[in-house]
């Protein structure tokens, strides 16, 4: 079985702090993906990486990073948090059309 | 640019009842159809998908799915479902020449079955 693993299920730190979302797949997967998730909104693509220190921003970008030094790992990085960015991150790998998505991490930022 | 409705933000039904969920995209190229399903405070599971071939595409847990391409639509069904069906569910697109995995996502249906 593909497994996707996000270091933390639940976060909380505070505004302007500098936050890091890690996520490992273990598949070999080339691509990779950082979706925001909200209420009414669905799944929403921040940023995606189709090789290893190659990445693309997606849909809303503003306000994050993203690093990929190696090729399992894909972390998702806020320079300095916002309320407006609480939320539930998820990451996903894909070997081509099919995407495996980790557990998620639910952020709060106060 | 490819987009997907879902039609119904919650539907409520009774347990051992039919249900469907309906899904409609845009899109101005071919594009691979999926549905996921989220229970609470999980991640995204694949229920099924429709790649190509026949358009009834069975998944897991009972689900099945049409693909119907005048309609542009990928309704999602199950004959009779379960307490443990309540969940969010997620249809989802992707396009054909990217062969990326990169989904635009509906806005999310919540079934909640009740006994």
């Known amino acids: 079985d593909v497994k996707v693993t996000q270091s933390s299920r639940y976060l909380v730190k505070r505004t302007g702090e500098k936050v890091f979302l890690e996520c490992v797949q273990d598949?070999?997967?080339?691509?990779m993906f950082w979706y925001r998730q909200d209420p009414g909104l669905g799944l929403r693509l921040i940023y995606f990486?189709?090789?290893?220190?190659?990445?693309e921003k997606g849909d809303i970008p503003e306000g994050y990073s993203v690093s990929r030094e190696k090729k399992e790992r894909f972390s998702l990085i806020l320079e300095s948090a916002s309320t407006n960015q609480t939320s539930m991150y998820l990451c996903a790998s894909s070997p081509t059309f099919e995407a495996f998505f980790g557990q998620g991490t639910r952020l709060t930022v106060v | 640019a490819q987009s997907v409705t879902q039609l119904d933000s919650q539907v409520p039904v009774f347990e051992e009842a039919p249900v469907e969920l309906r899904c409609n995209y845009s899109s101005s190229v071919s594009v691979y159809l999926f549905w996921y399903v989220q229970y609470p405070n999980q991640g995204l599971q694949l229920l099924l998908k429709y790649l190509s071939g026949s358009t009834l595409v069975k998944g897991i847990n009972g689900f099945e799915a049409e693909f119907n391409k005048s309609q542009t639509s990928f309704h999602l069904r199950k004959p009779s479902v379960h307490i443990s069906d309540t969940a969010e569910y997620f249809c989802?697109?992707?396009?054909?020449?990217?062969?990326?995995?990169?989904?635009?996502f509906g806005q999310g249906t919540t079934l909640q079955v009740k006994p």
């Open positions: 990486s189709y090789d290893v220190k190659m990445k």
């Open positions: 989802a697109v992707s396009d054909r020449s990217g062969n990326t995995g990169k989904l635009i």
């Open positions: 598949m070999d997967h080339e691509n």
